[in-house]
């Protein structure tokens, strides 16, 4: 599974975005964000779909976020990681 290219990355650029008004990370490049240091989240492509693989409790997991509700899924994700710190 490849890392997102900008042309998959434009396809989820809602969910960037909203990613990016969360607060508490950086975007070391696009679609790519660190927690402090330490990277915390990326998109791969893949013929299945695009998928994010975050890092909760130090440990990876993936994502789909093909469909809106898998995207909120992320995002909840998401808010309990950086609520736990």
């Given at each position: 599974m490849k890392h997102a290219t900008p042309a998959a990355?434009?396809?989820?650029?809602?969910?960037?975005?909203?990613?990016?008004?969360?607060?508490?990370?950086k975007e070391k490049s696009r679609g790519v964000f660190c927690r402090g240091s330490s990277a915390f989240l990326h998109f791969h492509e893949d013929p299945a779909g695009m998928f994010a693989d975050l890092r909760?409790?130090?440990?990876?997991?993936?994502y789909p976020v093909n469909r809106a509700s898998e995207q909120t899924s992320l995002v909840r994700a998401i808010k309990a990681s950086l609520g736990a710190r």
């Open positions: 990355l434009d396809l989820i650029e809602p969910l960037l975005q909203r990613v990016r008004d969360l607060g508490g990370l909760a409790d130090g440990d990876w997991a993936r």
